[in-house]
């Protein structure tokens, strides 16, 4: 359950995040009618998620005190991808070119941990050396503060274990054909040098 805010301590969670100037918000409270007027920061909340000024991954974050990891250099996060062993992974926006992106964040617990860091930058330089239509493009690798992590191109679709609990067991030919573009891509990573190690329905995406 979210902690209640009230209008002011919403406000300055939302400003402190950077995601919103205070004049911007000023200025979109302005526009309501007076039925529309926000009286807590729920009511705020529900306003900009509506109109669009704030995803509800974002509202949530800001709810939950973590305004300020929405922004991580250029980018913006806009909700959560997944989880693994090595750190989360985001939707996120370029905030000068528009450009929506997947975000691989290096976890705090491991970021304190040298030789696990340097295993996600050696996972960030194996990326950056394959570029292949069946493999994730990795575009950029940022150091924000104290948080790594690696800019990817993003998948607008869902990976194949969310796909067969959604519709069940796969046809044949569509098996086949995933599984053959997966193993192009494995084969061109081989040819480079590099194993995945991690191969899984989780990790393939559609």
Known sequence: ???????DQFLSQ?????LISTAEITSVIGELPE?????D?????????????????????????????????????LDKLGQGGMGIVY???????????ALKVLSPRIAGRPELTQRFE??????AKLTHPNIVKALDAELDGTRRFLVMEYVD???????????????VRSAIDFTRQAALGLDYAHH?????????PLNLLR
């Open 14 to 18: 939302l400003s402190d995040s950077g």
């Open 91 to 101: 939707k996120a926006k370029h905030r000068r070119m528009d450009r929506i992106v």
């Open 1 to 7: 359950p979210r902690m209640s805010l009230s209008f």
């Open 122 to 127: 050696r996972e960030v330089q194996a990326a």
């Open 192 to 200: 480079q040098g590099l194993v995945h190690r991690d191969i899984k």
């Open 35 to 39: 039925a529309r007027q926000p009286r």
């Open 41 to 77: 920061g729920e009511q705020l909340a529900c306003e900009l998620v509506m109109q669009k000024r704030l995803t509800k991954f974002q509202a949530d974050q800001i709810f939950a005190g973590k305004g300020p990891s929405l922004v991580l250099g250029n980018y913006v996060v």
């Open 157 to 171: 679709g869902a990976d194949l274990l969310a796909l067969v609990r959604r519709c069940g067991k796969l046809p």
